[in-house]
């Protein structure tokens, strides 16, 4: 298996189905020619054409409502919200149009919504946050936020094969610092959670950005205690099983989020361990997030907000001693 | 300021060239049945079996069965709350509509949403929103896939005055016009949004931003049904000879309030008077009772039609409670858009089309 990063799997995953099913196409702004202001589709335009990878005019409104038009009709439009900040100036197509159609009409509407999210490098607060719950709250998205290489590719195949609309949230903190073996060729990573590292004494529950420093961590300064690391992948359908399984298993839980705390997606994740997995709790549910404050831009602001290694650290050692 | 969004001209004859006898009595029956079913419905909602409220399209029909009756079995249309006519084009049932309005699992939507706020994509439609015009959008993006495949087809959809204001309107049309797509977008001017007039919603008439987007921009009267037909069939003819898109505007009226509830204090009681004499069923009629049809004949046959719709919708049951929670997800293989019926003889062998 060949090493990738997780921009270059997210990549891979866009190129094997470009390859394996012609009604697969591309639609963002500057994705053709400039191979998007990641670089994800750079090269696409020469070995698809224009009209797969389509250069759109700067409208995200348009760029959701025209891909509900094209998968009603037949096509499966992957998105490209340049950041996923954008995605506000289409939340209208996304959670009115897409959203609702199939429960209204039984008309299904596969197409995703690639959403470059997350803090970290001085994006400010335009260019750095974590939309994820507003679509949570949305039903008839799906939400997926992959925190690996091997996930990355593997989710969006599925998220592309889903007949449904799936917001794809990719880390761009992520992108190029996470790099791991990916199987080549076409596979689907489950919509369900996965354990990244077992433990019995307290699980830190994350995902996305927040899995690697969750694990970095609990790797060190907790005394040798036994912490189990549970990477959601899926906000929705959020896999309740694995919730309650790792629960009843540690006792202790500390949720995580980059987003701000306020119905992030860990306060969903709280409400549901409470609600159902009370009696295995030994401690209160912990949360770490970030506060509810715009994304600053000036370094030590935005280090003073983003949870950190030191954070996550400091919340499971507290929880640990309770 | 005010506006002048004035309509061409009545013409005596109507596009007679493209029409039969047999279309243009179609075109009058299409009307008929929108404004019986909206009746009806009204009766029903007064006898409190219309949950929600009641929207209709009382003196607009001839905008959308003119419209729909121009495009073909396999084009794709997104209809608006005021455009029950197309639905009825389409092959959607008077009893469909009925139940439809009383939230009925015989509705199109299984009583998941209500009144007009449907599309049956069985028959080539794809149901509104709230939020208007998303679907102008969605047009669009049917249109750039019929364009990309290669495909001899187009979309159309319908929105109003007060849509012109947003901007997905421009965001459609530029797109549109950019990739040159055939999509014909069919602005229903009715001179009120609720209850905000057209000098309150745009500064000159939207159909001249139509040249500054790339595409042909054409008034019509929007109380001609053959009228509104000939210039949605040549848009047609344009979008599948590769010339783009067009924007129609049909100038019609607006002749109840926004809904059930709403008494229009807002309109001088001479415009009302004014557009009254300008009413589309009237005009079809005239026309056809001129040709020695019987159209007392055809009222009573269509009346006989929703009375037995009523009783089936009456008689259909309400959804299941226990379901409202079922269906928020697609599971397996995604069921396609189908065709409509083919109404306008040009779609017939040897057609016109």
Known sequence: MPALTYLQAISSALRDEMRADERVMLMGEDIGVFGGAFKVTDGFIEEFGPDRVMDTPLAESAIIGCAVGAAAVGLRPVCEMQFSDFISCGFDQLVNVAGKMYYRQGLAVPLVVRLPSGGGFSGGPFHSQNPEAWFMHAPGLKVVAPSTAEDAKGLLHAAIHDPN????????????????????????????????????????????????????????????????????????????????????????????????????????????????????????????????????????????????????????RELLAY | MSIDVAPPEE??????????????????RAMLLMRGLEERAMNLYRQGKVPGSFYDGFGQEAVSAGAAFAMAPEDRLC???????????????????????????????????????????????????????????????????????????????????????????????????????????????????????????????????????????????????????????????????????????????????????????????????????????DRQTARLSELGVDVEALRASVKAEIDEATEKALASPMPDPASATVGVFCEGEPEPLGDGVPRWSGFAPGGDA
Not at chain 1, 189 to 212: E, H, K, N, W
Not at chain 2, 11 to 28: C, K, Q, S, V, Y
Not at chain 2, 227 to 254: H, I, K, Q, W
Request: hydrophobic share 45%.
């Open chain 2, 79 to 281: 209809i608006l709350h005021r455009d029950l006519a197309a639905h009825l084009i389409r092959g959607v049932t008077p009893e469909q509509v009925l139940a439809q309005y009383m939230g009925r699992d015989l509705g199109i939507t299984r009583g998941r949403d209500g009144n007009v706020h449907f599309g049956d994509f069985r028959l080539g439609c794809v149901g509104m929103v709230s939020m208007l015009p998303d679907m102008m959008l969605v047009a669009t993006g049917m249109a750039m896939a019929f364009k990309m495949r290669g495909e001899r087809r187009c979309a159309l959809t319908w929105f109003g005055d007060g849509s012109t204001s947003r901007g997905d309107f421009h965001e459609a049309l530029n797109w549109a016009g950019v990739q040159k797509l055939p999509v014909i977008f069919v602005l229903e001017n009715n001179q009120y949004a609720y209850s905000t007039p057209l000098d309150k919603q745009f500064a000159v008439d939207p159909v001249q931003r139509a040249e500054a987007y790339g595409m042909v921009g054409v008034t019509v009267d929007g109380n001609d049904a053959e009228a509104v037909f000939d210039v949605c069939r040549e848009a047609r003819e344009r979008a599948l000879s590769g010339g783009g898109p067009t924007l129609v505007e049909a100038v019609t009226m607006r002749m109840h309030g926004h809904a059930a509830h709403d008494d229009m204090k807002y309109v001088p009681r001479e415009q009302v008077e004014e557009w009254k004499a300008k009413d589309p069923i």
């Open chain 1, 165 to 316: 609309p799936v917001c794809f949230m990719e880390h761009k903190h992520l992108y190029r610092r996470v790099k791991g073996e990916v199987p080549t060729g076409v596979y689907e990573t489950p919509f369900c959670a996965r354990v990244a590292q077992p433990g019995s004494d307290l699980v830190v529950i994350a995902y996305g950005a927040m899995v690697p420093v969750a694990l970095e961590a609990v790797s060190d300064g907790l005394d040798g205690a036994s912490v189990e690391v549970l990477d959601l992948r899926s906000l929705v359908p959020l896999d309740e099983e694995a919730i309650l399984d790792s629960v009843a298993r540690c006792s202790k839980v500390v949720v995580v989020d980059e987003a701000n705390a306020t119905c992030a997606a860990g306060a969903q994740v709280a409400a549901l361990i409470v609600e159902k997995g009370f009696e295995d709790l030994d401690g209160p549910v912990v949360r770490v997030a970030s506060p509810d404050v715009p994304i600053p831009f000036s370094p030590p602001l935005e280090q003073a907000v983003l949870p950190s290694v030191e954070r996550v650290r400091e919340a499971c």
């Open chain 2, 11 to 28: 013409t005596a004859a109507g596009p007679i060239e493209h029409l039969t006898l047999d279309d243009r009595i179609w075109l009058l």
